[in-house]
Every structure is written in structure tokens, then in C-alpha cells.
């Protein structure tokens, strides 16, 4: 007898999981109130044929309790097969007319303190014909003639059956129920296990108890059953190899990712059963990132602090664009016979997306970084202590004077003559050497993008002098306080800012809105570099140091 037909619960309290179903059950024996139909519906190994045959033992049994007591007549007639009230039938393969008008005539046959129960397996497989003769017996059934219609694929059940039968919904058992079960059921046959390995032959069982002890049994004549036997018996792909290549690629190392698949090639793995436990990894990762524990992942211990370890290091968009790229491999693995490279330039692809991005992640660091810097300056150094004016905040004066605490559109706060932006000068000192062309929108880039550059004149110097497209600005689009700190002969781009920047604000003044969008443009710019000036180690600060240096 296999195992599983000799750990088959007769009774429901030893049915593992399915508590739902076992309450429902329960209070139908206490109400006396039995559905002449039930449709017992869910996954394959759940439990419905057990269950079926409890509830029919149950109806019948002389105690008249909510479980079988297994000692009376009817109890043991019903567990040997030997009774006449309880008829089970193979719908896969007693499917047509025929077999239903026998099911109604031995419903003929019943005595009047018995239920007659018809436990009616894979009930999907009926005919048509089949279906229409029981569909007849179901709206007019005889006194105490009850059909338990069991089904893995409810859709096929005919609605005016449905609609005839109380339906009961098994579930998948859960891995943690199952994988208890199993240890409960070593440890009584006195045999020995690696907890991991039993966690994983949980996992196999698909969440199907029969397929769990089945899945189980053929290990049974090891002196213990560990975890590599088990990985290897079943082609579980391990989970260092897994992880190893998920690493690899995070770590932008294609050669030690390929050579994971390589690997698994030489041992004859399947590279589709690889790829799919790849897939499922990523999933895991995907579930534990948006919140979820990684305790409900049933699997082993090592297996969940490397998804711990490795969802540190890694963010969704990344998870994502991996998990797209490796299931489309995925799907066209079967087809193509050189799957091995397949796989590779996949990976080589996922090491190039994730190099190519600056994940989430990494920008946390940073700012993170930044913060950090911040906090830990001395305190003797002063952030802002430049003695003048400065192009920034020339531009954003005119906006606060038409704005005022008006909060802009792309929610940075306005900025008032107290804010300090102390990596930009300001005023552009009298002696400033420039020889060319002067933009302010690139006077302001370069005092806020460019990675501190060692003078003003440097910065200021750099600006093309050929330029072809300068364009005199109208007075009114540079305030008078910048342009009279110009040298003789700038000419200014204005028009140059006008055209290049998007502003959300809306205003009749044509003029007003350029210098809206030079206030907005400098403003979002000052705030991103305050962010990402961190990753060259220089405190935002330093630019107004070295500034403080040449002033003196
Ligand atoms: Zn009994």
C-alpha cells in the first residue's frame, strides 16, 4: 500500500488544511440540513475524494456524530468498499448516458435509514448526454440519494448543475502545512531528515498533499533524507547556482553569469527548469520587495537570506526588465535547439540594462551620503559667506516679486533672498575676463552643473565665443542689477532660454514668463545638484570655499 493510501485520513479533524471546507462541513452535520448536490471543486491532491468519503461514512455511521466513529457496521463496510450505500464512479472514464441511467437505477434501491451517497469523481469528463440524464435525478432526486460531483475544472460543470449544488472550494494546502505534515509523518516512521529537504519536497508537491507523501515515499529507504539527494533526485535547480548567476549580473559580471549556465550544461541540467527556478527567484524577490515576509516563502533557510541579501542590492525596474527578458527566453527555449546561447545573451543584455541605469537604490545612497556629509560638517565652516550677489538669485527675485508665495507647480518652494545656494556666486565681479559671447542660461548651467571648477573665470571663459546663434536680449528680460554687471560688449542669449525651457506657469506677460522660466530652470537645477554633487565628495559648500579663496 503506498503511503499515501495508508496515511489517508478518515476522519475530517485529520484532514491537513482545508479548514474552510471542514466548517462548512460540520455545521451541515449539525443542522441536518444535507444538500441532496455538492460540488466539491479545487486542485488535484487536495483532498475532495477523502473528503467525500468521510462526509459519506459520516451520513451513514450508527453514532450519529460529526465524525465517523469508524467501529460500527456501516463505518467498516463503507472503509472496505463492501457497502451498497455508497457507489463511487470514474467520471474520466464511465462518461457517457449510459453510465448515469445505472447511477439512477441503483438510486431506486435505498432503505429508508441510509443515505445513498454517489461520489462522482473527475465529474467534468460527462457528456453532454450524461450530464442532461443527471441533471434530471439532481431536480427530482429520490428521498436520501446524495452526489458529491468532485472536479478540477469547475468550468466545465454545466451552470444548471452549478446552480443545483453546493459547492465547497478546496484550496491548494499550504507549503508550511505540508511540509509539517510530512516531518509529523517522519518522525513517527522513526526515519531521518534534513529540514531543507522536506521544505523542498514541500515545494514540489505543488500545494497537493497526495503528490507531497508521493513525492516523499521513494526516499523513504535512505538512512536520512538530505537536501542534495532531494535537489538532485527531483532536478531542483540548487539555489547557490541561482543565486550565484543573480549576483553575477547585478554585479555587472557577465562572465561569472555565463559560467553558471555553463556549469548546469556540463551536469546535464534542463536549462528550461533552470530558467524557470531563475523566473520563480525573481518573483520571490519582487513579493519580499513590495512588503511581503520572507517567511511565507517556504523554502530553505539559506535560500531566504540570499533573497534577503540580494533585494538589498537591487530595485523592482531592475527585477523587472531581468524577469521580462529571462521568461520571453523562457518561452521560445523549446523551439530553438541552441538554447544555451539564448540564455547567455539574455544575460548579457540584463548585465548592459542594469549597468546602463542608476538604480533607485544607488540614489538612496547617495543622497543618503549627502545627508550624512551635512550633518557631520564642522561647524566652523561657514556654508554662505559669499560677499555678492549672484545670477541665481537675480533672475529669482523678479519671480518672487510677481509670485510671491505662490508654491511653483513642480513643488520646490520658492526661493527668497535668504535662501542659501552657496555654490554659485553672487555677483559677477567687475574685473570677470570674458571675451565671448555671454549666456545667462549658460552662466547659470555652468555654476550649478559643472563639477567645481577651480575659478569664476575658468567657468565663465568657457563659453563659446563664436557662437552664431547669440542673440541680443530686450532689457527687460535680463534684470538691469545682472546686466550692469556685465562687461562691455556681452551680448545675451535670452532668446536662447526662452525657447529651451518649459514652464507650466501662465502669464500675460511674455516677459515676466521668461524670466519665470530662468527662475524655474535655475531652481530645479540648484536642487538636483544639491543632491548629486555628493558622489564627487565635494560638499556643496566647498564650491563657496573656493570661491571665498579667489575673492580675497
Ligand atoms: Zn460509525
Known sequence: MSLYNELRPKSLSEVQGQDTIKAQLKGMFLSKKVPNAMLFNGPRGTGKTTVARIVARTLNCESGGMEPCGECQQCKDILNGSSLDVI?????????????????????????????????????MFSQ?????????????????VFIMCTTEEHKVPKTIISRARRFNFETISLDVISDYLMQVCNEHGKAYDVDAIRLIAAASDGGMRDALSILEPFYDDDCITTSVVTETLGITPEKAIFDLLFSIEKGDVASAISVVRDAVTKGKNLQVMLKSIINTLTDALFVMTGASVETLVNTDSYRELLLSYVEK????????LSKSLSDVY???????????????????AVNDMASQISLKEIERRVSDLEKGVSSMPVDVKPVDVQVDNVVNIATKEVSSNDTNEEPADGFAPISESDELPFVLDEIPDELPIDGDLSVAAVSEMQVNEPVPQSVSESVVDVPSDSSTAVAATSNTIPDELLSHLPAGTKVLGEAISSTVETPCESDSEDTNVVNDLAGEVKEEAEETAMFKADEEIPAFGFANSFSGWLQ
Not at 314 to 321: E, P, R
Not at 331 to 349: H, N, Q, Y
Open 129 to 145: 448526454g450524461a450530464w442532461n440524464a443527471l441533471l434530471k435525478l439532481i431536480e427530482e432526486p429520490p428521498k436520501n440519494v
Open 88 to 124: 463511487e464512479l470514474d467520471a474520466a472514464s464511465n462518461n457517457k448516458v449510459e453510465d448515469v441511467r445505472g447511477i439512477i437505477e441503483k438510486a431506486q434501491y435505498i432503505s429508508s435509514s441510509n443515505y445513498k451517497v454517489f461520489i462522482l469523481d473527475e465529474v467534468h
Open 314 to 321: 537591487v530595485d523592482v525596474d531592475s527585477i523587472l526588465k
Open 331 to 349: 518561452g521560445v527555449l523549446a523551439k530553438v535547439p541552441d538554447s544555451e546561447f539564448l540564455i547567455e545573451t539574455a544575460l548579457i543584455r
